[in-house]
């Protein structure tokens, strides 16, 4: 069974840009969560899809957003990139109706903005 | 509002040596709890977790933890540290009730092992 995987490995960026990040979900999977490793701020959530609707963001600006496909693939879009965006994007995926809770983990997108 | 708290952001341990990893939590209904491992340039690889039942929790790679409720506590240990064991770990929790699901991470602890 294939794991979360997530596109770009790397990306990098200039302040201002755009960056789009993507996440496939294991088979299956119809939540997807988002969360951001920034240096020195640890492991923060930022958005939560299920079933292709957002149902939870974490306390990070508008320009942070995302949206969830038909086949319950994510996208990540963080707009006017700003230098401390600048971290690992991890995406992780839940089968709904889980009774144990257990997210899988991508390998992330590490996001340089200059 | 949970919240994680991960006694200190390095440990250093001798190959062979305990591994205890400390993580106290703070949650107004009773929680799931998870360790994860990272390794460098990589995501987060489940360890174990603890929803219900037995409050000592057996994982992958020789690692257990221990639900202590009046604690708040779900330490992580392992017997005896191997060369592979240096990586950082996450304490996490998460309450399918309040937040769907979402995980709150403690600041991580970053295991070095000696040879």
């Known amino acids: 069974e294939a794991g979360v995987t997530q596109s770009p490995t790397h990306l990098i960026k200039t302040r201002g840009q755009q960056a789009t990040l993507r996440c496939s979900p294991i088979?299956?999977?119809?939540?997807v969560y988002w969360y951001q490793q920034a240096l020195g701020l640890g492991l923060q959530f930022l958005l939560w899809y299920d079933e292709g609707e957002e149902r939870n963001r974490g306390n990070f600006p508008p320009r942070f957003s995302g949206r969830q496909f038909p086949n319950y693939s994510s996208e990540l879009n963080v707009n006017a990139l700003e230098l401390e965006d600048s971290a690992l994007y991890l995406c992780?995926?839940?089968?709904?109706?889980?009774?144990?809770?257990?997210?899988?983990f991508g390998p992330g997108t590490r996001l340089t903005v200059l | 509002a949970q919240s994680v708290t991960q006694l200190g952001s390095h440990v250093s341990v001798s190959e062979g040596a305990l591994v205890l990893l400390r993580c106290n939590y703070s949650?107004?209904?009773?929680?799931?709890l998870f360790w994860y491992v990272q390794y460098p340039n990589q995501g987060l690889q489940l360890l174990l977790k603890y929803t219900t039942g037995a409050t000592l929790v057996k994982g992958i790679n020789g690692f257990e933890a221990e639900f202590k409720k009046s604690e708040t506590s779900f330490h992580l240990t392992k017997p005896s540290a191997h060369m592979s064991d240096a990586a950082e770990y996450f304490c996490a929790v998460s309450d399918l009730r309040a937040a769907g699901n979402k995980l709150t991470f403690g600041g991580g602890t970053r295991v070095l092992v000696k040879p």
């Open positions: 949650s107004s209904v009773p929680p799931y």
């Open positions: 992780a995926s839940l089968r709904s109706g889980s009774s144990y809770n257990e997210q899988f």
């Open positions: 088979s299956g999977h119809t939540s």
